[in-house]
């Protein structure tokens, strides 16, 4: 059968001439070719058999690029698991929400509850009169029988070592002590000296002078014996004028000096000033450390400590008030965001934070375009524009994002704004956010279509922000395959598939994780290693998917 096969219009490169005849196993295909780079590459070949052999080789290259091209993720499949993940997980932070939300409201009425708390109670326990505090304090401090008391007793009391040391009548005392020191020793140096001027020892002093002196002068015997006699009577004690009385004088009036000093009777000798400055410090310590006594050392410390607890109460009432009063005033703005018309705005402009974060991160600049026009004459569909680096395979290939947080889109809606967003931003690839609190319960949380991607994101719940990291890496990916036609890319390409054919895999997991916590709470340490192995595994196929998106760049440079 002969038929004529029109070539596409958005294939200018080759140029299509005469008619075709299909029935059979092969047929000849005339061509006429025009384009620049296709003719440098042909002329390259001599003419004949080696160029048509060039030719045919790079027809069935192409033919295999756009097939393998035409793949699709299996839509269905990702719109059944991602449902699933997104619902298992509503339930699971839904529910432990309200747990956690009702373990703090428990701990924190046990602990800060005025009426009940153990806070309260035990300031209470505390500074109350013969409490704890007052106990302790009485133990230590009293003036009776107090540990102080005891102690200062021991050490000053009239039992204590010190004050028998200072006692008068005490024959161990420090007065008796010293009196007999003095004495003996007086008693010794009157014994020496009176041996020295003792005639009768023929070894003292002066006996020798004599006896030196009569020898050597006998003439001299009488005068000497007069004056002799005149140097004994210096040292008599029975002239009251004598050397020797005057110095016992002197002697016994020092004798008298320390004993009026060490005696009890005498109201300025040192021991009774020493003995009232003991009385006086032990009468301070005592009013110091009593509690009856308003002005009393203890009193005031007794008097700041209940101040510093009754502030410390006082400032937990402060702060739970300011944290009561602050969480009804967020609630009150969430409430107001939520009826208000700016909540839409709120949304979107969280969503940009969010894409402008994670396009920080992969290199991708990133364009704020909602309030600017588009290609289109007065449009300005399409909030959002990313458009990958210059270290992609297909640097400058754009991504347009549409964010809508408005109960009366529904998924034709969304997907008839996203094609026009994509023309009007001359995108490769649409991403339409709905937020989870308008988003109709038909749409799946996570589903492609075409050249199209709808997820459903919740602003409020960090874990939602996996959905949008997943959008974008798919997203990459597509524009990646969407643009690429290189041989090398083909292992590249591969490895994108099998990366989003384990993010299947994984969002697939759900199910297992609805079914788990539908079990009893045994159930509960297997779906928690579940999901976080999920999520994990998760992680690491979109990072499997960044890496080799950019590495299709030098695969393209090694094809040219």
């Known amino acids: 059968m002969n038929t004529q096969t029109e070539i596409p219009a958005n294939l200018p490169v080759l140029g299509f001439i005469g008619s075709i005849d299909d029935s059979g196993p092969e047929f000849e295909l005339k ?21 048509n052999d060039f030719a045919l080789a790079a027809l069935r290259l192409g033919v295999l690029s756009l097939r393998q091209a035409a793949g699709e993720v299996d839509a269905n499949a990702i719109k059944r698991a991602a449902q699933d993940m997104l619902s298992s997980f509503s339930e ?23 009426s009940t ?60 002590q010293v009196e007999s020191a003095i004495r003996n020793a007086l008693k010794q140096q009157q014994e020496q000296i009176l041996g020295e001027f003792s005639l009768d020892d023929k070894d003292s002093a002066l006996s020798r002078l004599v006896s030196e002196l009569t020898s050597c002068n006998g003439a001299l015997r009488s005068n000497l014996q007069e004056e002799v006699a005149k140097l004994a009577d210096e040292f008599s004690l029975d002239k009251p004028d004598s050397a020797l009385s005057r110095l016992v004088g002197r002697v016994e009036s020092a004798h008298r000096a320390i004993t009026d000093q060490f005696s009890s009777d005498n109201e300025d000798s040192a021991m009774l000033r020493l003995s009232r400055m003991l009385q006086q410090t032990s009468a301070q310590i005592d009013k ?86 588009g290609l289109m004459k007065n449009c300005k569909a399409g909030d959002f524009v990313t458009t990958l680096s210059a270290e992609s395979a297909s640097a400058g290939a754009r991504i347009v994002w549409e964010a809508k947080e408005d109960a009366s889109y529904d998924l034709k809606d969304a997907l008839t704004e996203i094609s026009v967003a994509r023309s009007n931003r001359q995108a490769q690839i649409g991403i339409f956010v709905f937020s989870s609190k308008t988003a109709p319960k038909s749409i799946p949380p996570f589903a492609r279509y075409g050249n199209d991607i709808v997820v459903v994101w919740d602003v409020e719940n960090a874990e939602s922000d996996l959905n949008i990291r997943v959008a974008y890496s798919l997203a990459r990916a597509l524009v990646v395959r969407e643009t690429s036609d290189s041989v090398e890319s083909t292992q590249a390409l591969k490895a994108i598939e099998v990366s989003t054919r384990a993010i299947e895999k994984q969002i697939e997991h759900l199910d297992q994780i609805k079914t788990w916590a539908e079990t009893a709470r045994s159930s509960g340490e297997k779906v928690i290693d579940r999901a976080t192995r999920m999520r994990s595994d998760l992680a690491r196929e979109v990072e499997s998917l960044d890496r080799q998106v950019n590495g299709l760049k030098t695969m393209g440079a090694k094809a040219a």
């Open 31 to 51: 061509l006429r070719v025009s384009d620049p780079e296709v003719l440098a590459e042909l002329r390259k070949h001599p003419a004949g058999a080696m160029r």
């Open 92 to 114: 699971l932070m839904t529910k432990s929400g309200s747990q956690i939300t009702s373990t703090i409201a428990s701990a924190l009425r046990q602990y800060f509850d005025p």
């Open 117 to 176: 708390g153990a806070l309260p109670q035990r300031i209470e326990s505390l500074i109350k009169s013969d409490g704890e505090l007052d106990r302790a304090l009485r133990v230590h401090l009293a003036p009776e029988q107090s540990t102080i008391t005891k102690t200062l007793s021991e050490h000053f009391g009239d039992a204590s070592p010190i004050a028998k040391l200072l006692s008068p009548t005490d024959a161990n005392g420090v007065k008796a």
């Open 288 to 373: 110091n450390l009593t509690l009856d006594d308003d002005t009393s050392a203890l009193s005031r410390l007794k008097r700041e400590l209940e101040g510093t607890l009754d502030s410390i109460a006082k400032s937990n009432n402060e702060f739970q008030n300011e944290v009561r009063s602050t969480l009804a005033a967020l609630q009150a703005r969430k409430q107001e965001a939520a009826r208000s018309t700016r909540h839409g705005s709120e949304f979107e402009s969280e969503l940009g934070n969010l894409l402008a974060a994670e396009a920080t991160r992969l290199s991708d600049p990133f364009d704020s375009v909602g309030a600017k026009t």
